[in-house]
Nanobody, 118 residues
Framework: QVHLVESGGGLVQPGGSLRLSCAAS????????LGWERQAPGKERELVAG????????SYSPSVKGRFTISRDNVKRTMYLQMNSLKPEDTAVYFC???????????WGQGIQVTVSS
C-alpha cells in the first residue's frame, strides 16, 4: 500500500524557517520524480518545487526561488523542503507528490498546514 506522509508543518513567524518532510512507502521511490505543491485559501494550487529521481536536478516557483530548497534521500525514502525567510503569503496547505510515467504512478500525501504569522 502506498503512503506519502508529510510532517514538519506548523506556525512560524515571518522571517522564520521550517523544514517539511515527506516519508514514502509502498512504491519504488528512487524511480519517481518528487514535488511539493501548496494550496492557499482562495488561490490556485501552486507547484512550489520539484526534484528528479536521482536528485541531480531541481526546479522552483519564482515565488520561492532563493528561499526554499528541495532535497531527497533515496535510502531513507524521504523528501524534504527547507523553507527559509518565510512570508505570510507562504501560508498554505503543502502537499508532497510522487510521479513516474515509467512506473505509471502518481501519488499524493494528505497535506500539512504551514502558517506564517506574527
Amino acid at each position: 500500500q502506498v503512503h506519502l506522509v508529510e510532517s514538519g508543518g506548523g506556525l512560524v513567524q515571518p522571517g522564520g524557517s521550517l523544514r517539511l518532510s515527506c516519508a514514502a512507502s509502498g512504491f519504488n521511490f528512487s524511480r519517481y520524480a518528487l514535488g511539493w505543491e501548496r494550496q492557499a485559501p482562495g488561490k490556485e494550487r501552486e507547484l512550489v518545487a520539484g526534484i528528479t529521481p536521482s536528485g541531480d536536478s531541481t526546479s522552483y516557483s519564482p515565488s520561492v526561488k532563493g528561499r526554499f530548497t528541495i532535497s531527497r534521500d533515496n535510502v531513507k525514502r524521504t523528501m524534504y523542503l527547507q523553507m527559509n525567510s518565510l512570508k505570510p503569503e507562504d501560508t498554505a496547505v503543502y502537499f508532497c507528490n510522487a510521479v513516474s510515467a515509467y512506473e505509471d504512478g502518481d501519488y499524493w500525501g494528505q497535506g500539512i498546514q504551514v502558517t506564517v504569522s506574527s
